[in-house]
């Protein structure tokens, strides 16, 4: 399988410059092709060249101007769980906990979660822990005055205690500290937790959504 994301700054692509990316895809023996999440007018070229929808997300956006940047503050309730930087010896459990929140398309692998990290200049690697236990993790990530919560994944066994709460509040006020003004997250539209609790946090939906796309290649 071949994943194929259109370059951020080259706009969006022609049905013909998707089709020959196709072709040389197939002559390299690959047989699917999926896309990234995709915008509407991003989403054309795809159709055109065949590729149709295999999952729609909601999109959506938080304007960091009124947040708090600062840390926790004497009023708020001292958390059941602690957060600190991620180690390189916390990957493997990250990743099994990814592995319990999401179904195979969406889990990601080590390669993933390197992507997620380095997908923009600066990033935020964040665990949480309880009575010992990594129980969840995020990766935040900014590029200019845009800011993007990679992934965000807690354990079954920990949720509704705040943790997920915890872990975007993190994320955004690292953000807001250097100088973001808009961050943005997505999520499958059938995610109903997820959604709920961005909405809860102050991010709003955004018109359109976005869609991954695959196609066959053979």
Known sequence: MAYVAPLSDAGPPSPEVVRRCCAVLRERGY?????????????????????????????????????????????????AFRLRRARRADRATALAIDARCFDDF???????????IGATPASRFRVAEASGRLVGYAVSGRSGSRGFLQRLAVDPSARRRGCATAL???????????????????TQEQNDAALRL?????????PGGLAVLSATLT
């Open 31 to 79: 047989t699917e092709a999926i896309t990234a999440a995709l915008t509407a007018p991003e989403t054309n070229a795809f159709v055109a060249a065949g590729f149709t929808v295999r999952e729609r997300l909601h999109l959506l956006a938080h304007d960091l101007a009124r947040l708090d940047p600062g840390p926790r503050t004497a009023g708020e309730p001292r958390p």
């Open 168 to 186: 975007v509040v993190d994320g955004l006020r690292w953000m807001k500290r250097r100088g973001v003004d808009r961050a943005m997250v997505n």
């Open 106 to 116: 969406w889990r990601l692998d080590e390669p993933g979660l390197d992507e997620a």
């Open 198 to 206: 961005y909405l809860d946090l102050g991010f709003q939906l955004q």
